[in-house]
């Protein structure tokens, strides 16, 4: 059931993302183009606290007009290590620097139309630094309880794929 792809040519290019529509050969035989974006990887944390709650962000996501919680989350840099870009955008979106981080899961939150790559770390604790560098990025920052997500994720508040993918893991390893 494997599909082959014949060529792919690009319909636009920039700094973040590449857009490409691709030739591709169904198992059948049949050949239909499919168009596919191509991203720079990004890596986030999910950080806890020895009280049980989960550092998120209340923002603003305009391409859906829609608000919601989401773990600290960002582009990784060229020739950054992903849980170096994890630990970065943790800080610069919370002002909490987080402890220790390790690997939890990697998510490819839409792979049907894109290569995106997400690289999601855990940490315990973190260490309050200071406000936001990037104040843009949430329209506030919360500890919330662990045990609060699954009823947000029913409500709706939050929707972000990688977001709920890693937080529900955590929860299932709680």
Aim: glycine share 6%; hydrophobic share 40%; proline share 6%.
């Amino acid at each position: 059931m494997r599909w082959q792809v014949h060529s792919e040519e690009p319909l636009y290019t920039d700094r973040w993302l590449d857009v490409r529509v691709a030739d591709v050969e169904l198992p059948d035989g049949r050949h239909l183009d499919h168009r596919l974006i191509r991203t720079a990887p990004g890596a986030g944390a999910v950080v806890t606290d020895d009280r049980h709650r989960v550092l998120l962000i209340w923002r603003h996501r305009f391409i859906t007009d829609s608000w919601g919680w989401e773990i600290p989350i960002g582009k990784i840099e060229d020739d950054e290590e992903p849980i170096a870009a994890a630990a970065r955008e943790v800080e610069e979106e919370t002002g909490w620097r987080p402890v220790s981080l390790r690997p939890l899961l990697c998510v490819q939150p839409t792979n049907g139309i894109s290569d995106s790559v997400h690289h999601i770390f855990r940490a315990d604790s973190a260490t309050y630094i200071g406000p936001p560098t990037e104040t843009w990025e949430a329209e506030r920052i919360e500890w919330v309880p662990l045990t609060d997500i699954g009823d947000l994720v029913g409500k709706g508040d939050i929707v972000s794929g990688t977001s709920m993918a890693a937080l529900l893991y955590v929860l299932t390893k709680s």
